[in-house]
């Protein structure tokens, strides 16, 4: 049998793999269709620096997708009744296209929005993004990396001049003794991803902040290093607070400082008012903690400009997905710029990209402000070179669109979006406030889902695509480290079923678009490069040729050269080379310990799921593991509720109302409780989560909600 080399459709880490056929009889084969879908295609983990051969439970059972009862295999049409029935791609695409020009005609080109997704690989990004401005001529275009990415990309970009998740390559992780990790359980989300961890755990030097217990914080157990526990939401304040104990007890690295930033006296000033004492009021981390943090990581620092062993600080979303995100990222910026960590050969800073595009899928079009290449939409010169390889005049493209949960409150509105096509998300699962997003596409005149199942978001559907999934198409994806690798086809898809490519190929030439759409990979790969040129991330001396060599391929990979591993070594990327420290004020400051049924809910994800959970509710093992959304709450919490493990229990405020069962665990602080949000229904983590955003990053507040929570069941009957 004969493997194709690929890697995992899920997270960013982009495990690489082997995907063989299977051989089986038919007496086999018809039992194990009894028993669960038998997947057409058998899953090894492949040796490659990121995951070591290894793979977590979702990698390992991805091949069931493609063989999924609840794929989509015909183009749907919804009926008058509500039901959908199977129609041929040809009237499915002739009524698309027939609506995108009523639509565009009576209400203007910005009346159409498109939404994409943070898992579409290099080349749909880029297509979507060129579809949208110049098949369209809309301005409406966003992706859900909004809701994952978008803080920290700002965060890196006003800091560094370039957002690029990590700016080393993860196996450099290895070598280094201390390592800070703040709002990431890279335990159950990316588990290959700990082994990069066990030197730090080794010389004692693992520090994870989380309001949670999590499976990372415990890797900090038997001396292997420190868990942090502060209140939801003070993650700001713990940062400024680490940075002013590094300045006032003359731990920063002054040479570094003045000779690779700018900024330092306003930023020594701004958290002098945040002394050991008042952090420990906001944070609930005390003192002694907070010291002993900041001299560690001080101590790691200076030993690694000696030696050369290694310090790094790493954020997730726990920090970022806040609507102070983007000032909370540039405070663990600030603080690893003043211990003297970042481009240096050693050390160093970075973010730990979620989806499995989520890098790729913000630098080549998807974003409401930027064209590829990660150009700025607003520049003329970007403009004009991009407009250049699209073959389009410059002044026919729109200028910038609105963040992902503004686009999506425009839906329906007067002067707003009246059609809406949606590629690679079901948002109405992980948006915010997801019962005004639900009312919402239903006032639309028109509501086209591309998707391999039948998504939630897809059941609202005037229209449903049925595309190609991961192992079924070629293209390339970029991991969370800035490697251009390559996803390429193992199996031909069903015979219904169209690569995004297609589609939009299709749709363009029914709009008698100007340029040109092609649905093959290659070519459209070939014109991103060029596209990217001269971009921050620059493509262009990439090749399919070259990445099936397998050779490292890291951006920015400009012609003539062999990519760049790590960054910002000589010089940053702004134009006096220099990193900006970035002053930030805590404005929310911490919430104190709630009673009374008031809790501070945070969001997260399952060992077992991934996003909406789409994709992986439909694989038997993983659903079976996890088959419901449990809230995690402290025991003494739930006695004063009045609430006993797996009891049903209600959590609530205006904006919406979930009913689960309770998880009783000492993993959680009194004052706050965990939900995942990979589930639907009446059990979906947002409709609780507050659609208000960051104002600078346009990223919406998913981790500390307000809620009241109340027993169903006490004594046997209901509340």
């Excluded at 989806?355 to 402000?369: A, I, S, V």
């Excluded at 520049?379 to 991009?386: N, S």
């Excluded at 593991?625 to 809230?631: C, D, F, G, S």
Aim: hydrophobic share 40%.
């Amino acid at each position: 049998m004969t493997a194709t080399a690929t890697h995992c459709p899920y997270c960013a880490l982009q495990c690489a793999m082997d995907l063989s056929p299977v051989e089986t009889t038919s007496f086999e084969a018809d039992a194990a269709a009894s028993a669960s879908p038998a997947a057409s295609l058998t899953v090894a983990g492949r040796a490659f620096p990121t995951n070591r051969g290894g793979l977590c439970k979702k990698g390992w059972t991805s091949a069931e997708l493609l063989v999924s009862p609840d794929r989509i295999l015909k183009p749907l049409l919804r009926q008058a009744d509500g039901t959908f029935e199977p129609v041929s791609w040809s009237d499915a695409l002739d009524l698309v296209a027939a609506k995108l020009r009523e639509t565009r005609a009576e209400h203007g080109a910005d009346a159409v929005g498109v939404f994409g997704g943070g898992g579409l690989t290099n080349e749909k990004a880029y297509q979507l993004g060129k579809f949208t401005r110049v098949a369209l001529g809309s301005s409406r275009i966003d992706y859900n990396g909004r809701f994952c990415m978008s803080s920290a990309a700002a965060a890196g970009n006003r800091a560094f001049g370039l957002d690029r998740g990590l700016p080393f390559q993860v196996d450099e992780l290895d070598a280094a003794d201390t390592i800070l990790i703040l709002g990431s359980n890279v335990a159950q989300t990316m588990p290959p991803f700990i082994s990069h961890l066990e030197g730090a755990r080794a010389a004692g030097g693992l520090v994870v902040v989380d309001p949670r217990r999590t499976a990372t914080a415990r890797l900090t157990d038997d001396g292997a290093g420190m868990h942090v526990q502060p209140t939801p939401g003070s993650d700001l304040v713990l940062l400024l607070g680490l940075t002013h104990i590094v300045i006032a007890e003359k731990l920063a690295d002054l040479d570094y400082v003045a000779n690779r930033t700018t900024g330092f006296d306003a930023l020594r000033r701004s958290v002098s008012q945040w002394w050991p004492t008042r952090v420990q009021e906001q944070t609930g981390v005390p003192v002694w903690q907070l010291r002993e943090l900041a001299r560690r990581l001080a101590a790691a620092a200076a030993r690694g400009a000696a030696t050369g062993s290694g310090t790094y600080i790493l954020t997730g979303r726990g920090v970022e997905q806040h609507a102070d995100g983007t000032d909370t990222a540039s405070a663990a910026i600030n603080l690893s710029l003043v211990l003297g960590l970042v481009g240096t050969t050693h050390s160093g800073y970075g973010t730990l990209t979620g989806q499995g595009n989520g890098q790729g899928g913000r630098e080549h079009g998807q974003k409401c402000d930027q064209l590829p290449g990660y150009r700025k939409i607003t520049d003329p010169a970007a403009r004009a070179h991009v407009a250049g390889v699209w073959g389009v005049d410059p002044d026919s493209l729109p200028s910038v669109g609105l963040p992902a949960v503004e686009l999506l409150r425009a839906l329906g509105e007067p002067g707003g979006i009246r059609c809406l096509l949606v590629h690679g998300s079901n948002v109405v699962v992980s948006a915010p406030n997801a019962d005004r997003v639900r009312a919402s596409l239903k006032t639309l005149d028109f509501l086209v889902v591309a998707d391999f199942f039948f998504s939630e978001t897809a059941v609202l559907a005037d229209v449903v695509l049925p595309v190609t999934q991961w192992a079924e198409e070629e293209g390339t994806m970029t991991s969370l480290e800035g490697r251009v690798i390559r996803r390429r086809l193992a199996v031909e898809a069903p015979e219904g079923v169209r690569s995004e490519l297609w589609i939009w190929q299709e749709l363009a030439r029914r709009l008698d678009s100007a340029g040109s759409f092609s649905a093959e990979a290659s070519e459209v790969f070939d014109e991103l490069c060029r596209a990217s040129k001269g971009g921050l991330a620059d493509y262009s001396g990439l090749s399919y040729a070259l990445l099936d060599t397998e050779e490292p391929a890291f951006w920015p990979y400009p012609i003539g050269s062999t990519g760049t591993p790590r960054l910002f070594l000589d010089r940053f990327a702004h134009p006096d080379g220099l990193a900006r420290l970035v002053v930030v004020e805590a404005r929310r400051l911490g919430a104190p310990a709630q009673l009374g049924g008031t809790l501070t809910l945070i969001t997260g994800r399952l060992l077992e799921h991934y996003q909406s959970g789409t994709q992986t509710r439909r694989v038997r093992e993983l659903s079976d593991a996890q088959p419901e959304a449990r809230l995690q709450l402290h025991p003494a919490t739930a006695e004063q509720l009045g609430i006993s493990d797996e009891s049903w229990i209600e959590v609530s405020n205006y904006r919406g109302t979930v009913r689960c069962r309770a998880k009783v665990s000492t993993d959680i602080r009194l004052d706050t409780i965990f939900l995942p949000f990979h589930f639907a229904g009446d059990q979906s983590a947002n409709l609780l989560t507050d659609d208000e955003t960051d104002p600078v990053s346009g990223m919406p507040e998913f981790k500390k909600t307000t809620v009241r929570v109340r027993a169903l069941v006490k004594d046997g009957t209901h509340v």
